[in-house]
């Protein structure tokens, strides 16, 4: 089982470029998250998807967006990156939105910008 | 809204030690608690989960919390540490109601290191 995938593994980005962090499930699950996690700071919710064709603002949601691209799929975007955006973002899903469900997360992506 | 605290960032202990982390919260709703670990370059998993009922909830691998409602807090311990339970841990609720229903908020973390 893949459970949650996420592409790059790593990536390095000079100051303005834009990219896309892609995050696949296959585990049939309703709802998906994007974190970013820096030291210190815990895990902080940038944008999460209660269901298909549906996402919201986390805590930190400024200089990204998010495209539910399916039920499966669920990207962020960084339009423009900035130095403040160095973190390891993390993409999780939970079968729905039901709080006492468990979250499943994947290896994280590892960004620097430059 | 809710909110998470990890009381301490770092807890070095030794092998075979008791170890306690420490974690509260705050709520305008009821919640559902966690505890995630995360080795080395991995992602997070589930440790443990308090949902209802008994106050204490075990891990397969040795570890326990205690829900406490009148301190809002959900300490994880274990009686013995091995080595291999160098990590990060993560105390996260999950609110069960309002408008931040479902939403998975997680403390700063703590990085145990045991040392042999």
């Known amino acids: 089982n893949a459970g949650v995938t996420q592409t790059p593994k790593f990536q390095v980005l000079k100051t303005g470029q834009s990219m896309t962090l892609q995050c696949a499930q296959d585990?049939?699950?309703?709802?998906m998250y994007w974190y970013r996690q820096d030291p210190g700071m815990g895990l902080r919710l940038i944008y999460y998807s209660a269901s298909e064709g549906t996402t919201d603002k986390g805590e930190v949601p400024n200089g990204y967006n998010v495209s539910r691209l399916n039920k499966r799929e669920f990207s962020l975007r960084l339009e423009s990156a900035a130095p403040s955006q160095t973190s390891v973002y993390f993409c999780a899903s939970r079968i729905d939105r039901v709080p006492n469900t468990e979250a499943f997360f994947g290896q994280g992506t590892r960004l620097t910008v430059v | 809204a809710q909110s998470v605290t990890q009381l301490d960032s770092q807890v070095p202990v030794f092998e075979e030690a008791p170890v306690e982390l420490r974690c509260n919260y705050s709520s305008s709703v009821s919640v559902y608690l966690f505890w995630y670990v995360q080795y080395p370059n991995q992602g997070l998993q589930l440790l443990l989960k308090y949902l209802s009922g008994s106050t204490l909830v075990e891990s397969i691998n040795g570890f326990e919390a205690e829900f406490n409602k009148s301190q809002t807090s959900f300490h994880l311990r274990k009686p013995s540490v091995h080595i291999s339970d160098t990590a990060e841990y993560f105390c996260a609720v999950s609110a069960a109601g309002g408008t931040s229903y479902g939403k998975l908020t997680f403390g700063q973390g703590t990085i145990l290191t045991v040392h042999p």
């Open positions: 585990m049939n699950h309703n709802s």
